[in-house]
Structures are given as structure tokens and as C-alpha cells.
């Protein structure tokens, strides 16, 4: 059994998915990190770094529970174990490419173009710049290896698929409203990923817990600990 700590944001979205698609067991186990449980003990032990997704797979590899964090981590993880959703073993490079790209590219400057026009306390113009157009860029990056592609790597639907939805998901914040348009491929590839069954499973998982919703001091000093911390 896969214990799934989860928050719906971008990222546990990711793992969401997988579970779903590769009809993995789970137990779905609520964090709220805008009231800071992601920074209790009996979180950081599970996840040291404070952030949302996180598992424990109880059944373990035959030495016990695992723990794994970073949802390009977990999915690389459950992908392996399942045996499912790692495409052609000779496309792994590309894999293991594309994996990445989200999660050192697309995933963290699309974060940081949401945060500097969202959520920071200042207006800064050249951080909303700078995060944005990097944001661009990188959905630029993916629309052009999408060109006569239905999926990232291969001929068929993977974790670098999975990985990629969860942001691309949110591209009405990230580059603004009606925006994923002017990346064509992209937007008919994400069209593709949304119209699957296990989608909307996924997107079924929050929708009976409760979150609390006000973006106050109290959320802000919860998510943003270090914006607080003394000199």
C-alpha cells in the first residue's frame, strides 16, 4: 500500500496521476500546507525538506517501508516498481531527459513566475519578468520537441507525461489567462493527457477534504518560512 501525502497543488497532482494510470493501491493522507503541517516532526521525518508530495510504500523493496519525496522521485519510483509507464527501455535516456527538464525547468520557473505575480508581498518587476519569460521559454522548449509527437518520449503515454501535466495544468497562472494557445503542440498534447479516464480520478481526489483557502499572514508564514526568519 502506497501511503500518499498529498496537497492539490502542481506537484502531488503529478503523483496523483500515476497512482491512477497505473492503478497502483493507495491511502490518501491530507497535508495542509497553508497551515504549516508540512513542518511537524512526523512530517519532516518523512520528508525532510517540508514540502508536499511525499509516500511511504509499507510493502517496501523486501527491507521494510520506504519513504521517497520530490515528485519526479516518487514517480520514477512507483513507475519502476510497477513496471508501468517507463516507455521503451531504449528510450530511456530521453526519459530520464524529459523527466528532468520538468523538474529542474519547467516546474520550479513556472512556480517562481506564479509566485512573483500572485502571492509576493512586492511588486517586482524584474523578478515577473525574468520568471516569466523563462517560463516561456521552457514551454517553448516542449512545443518544439512536440511538433508530429503525441507523447514526450516514444509512442506512448509515460512518466514524463505524467510530470509535465501537473504544470502545464496550471498555465493560466503561470503565463495568464488563455495563454497555452500560443503553444500549439503543446496545448493539443495537454488536450490529449486531460481527456484521460485516470484524469479525472486524479482531479476527484481533493475535491472531499477541506484546505484552508485564505492566502493570510498565517498561510504566508507557513509557506514562505524563510521570507520570516531573523536576520
Given at each position: 500500500?502506497?501511503?500518499f501525502?498529498f496537497?492539490h ?9 500515476l497512482?491512477?494510470?497505473a492503478?497502483i ?8 500546507t497553508l497551515?504549516g503541517?508540512?513542518h511537524t516532526?512526523?512530517?519532516?521525518a518523512i520528508?525532510?525538506?517540508?514540502k508536499?508530495?511525499?509516500i511511504i ?5 523486501g527491507?521494510?517501508p520506504?519513504?521517497?519525496?520530490d515528485s ?5 519510483y512507483?513507475a ?8 521503451d527501455?531504449a528510450d530511456?535516456?530521453e526519459?530520464?531527459?524529459?523527466l528532468?527538464?520538468?523538474?529542474t525547468?519547467l516546474g ?7 509566485h512573483f ?13 525574468r520568471y ?9 522548449v516542449l512545443?518544439?520537441?512536440l ?5 514526450i ?6 512518466i514524463a507525461?505524467?510530470?509535465?501535466w501537473g ?9 495568464g489567462?488563455?495563454?497555452?494557445g500560443?503553444?500549439?503542440n503543446?496545448a493539443?498534447w495537454?488536450?490529449?493527457v486531460d481527456?484521460?479516464?485516470a ?13 484552508k483557502r485564505e492566502m493570510?499572514e498565517?498561510a504566508?508564514?507557513n ?8 536576520a
Amino acid at each position: 500500500m502506497i501511503r500518499f501525502y498529498f496537497h492539490h497543488t502542481p506537484n502531488p497532482m503529478k503523483v496523483a496521476l500515476l497512482l491512477e494510470e497505473a492503478a497502483i493501491p493507495y491511502e490518501v493522507v491530507p497535508v495542509d500546507t497553508l497551515k504549516g503541517e508540512q513542518h511537524t516532526p512526523e512530517f519532516r521525518a518523512i520528508n525532510p525538506n517540508g514540502k508536499t508530495p511525499a509516500i511511504i510504500d509499507t510493502e517496501g523493496l523486501g527491507k521494510g517501508p520506504v519513504r521517497v519525496f520530490d515528485s519526479n522521485a516518487i514517480l520514477l519510483y512507483l513507475a519502476e516498481k510497477s513496471g508501468k509507464l517507463l516507455g521503451d527501455p531504449a528510450d530511456r535516456g530521453e526519459l530520464l531527459s524529459w523527466l528532468m527538464f520538468v523538474a529542474t525547468g519547467l516546474g520550479p520557473y513556472s512556480g517562481q513566475s506564479v509566485h512573483f505575480r500572485r502571492a509576493a508581498p512586492e511588486q517586482i518587476p524584474y523578478a515577473q519578468n525574468r520568471y516569466l519569460r523563462e517560463a516561456e521559454r521552457h514551454y517553448q522548449v516542449l512545443d518544439q520537441h512536440l511538433e508530429g509527437r503525441s507523447f514526450i518520449v516514444g509512442d506512448g503515454f509515460t512518466i514524463a507525461d505524467v510530470a509535465a501535466w501537473g504544470w502545464v495544468d496550471r498555465s493560466t497562472f503561470v503565463l495568464g489567462e488563455g495563454r497555452l494557445g500560443e503553444f500549439p503542440n503543446v496545448a493539443r498534447w495537454f488536450a490529449g493527457v486531460d481527456g484521460r479516464p485516470a484524469v479525472a480520478r486524479a482531479r476527484a481526489i481533493g475535491k472531499n477534504l477541506t484546505f484552508k483557502r485564505e492566502m493570510d499572514e498565517e498561510a504566508r508564514r507557513n509557506l514562505f518560512p524563510q521570507n520570516y526568519a531573523a536576520a
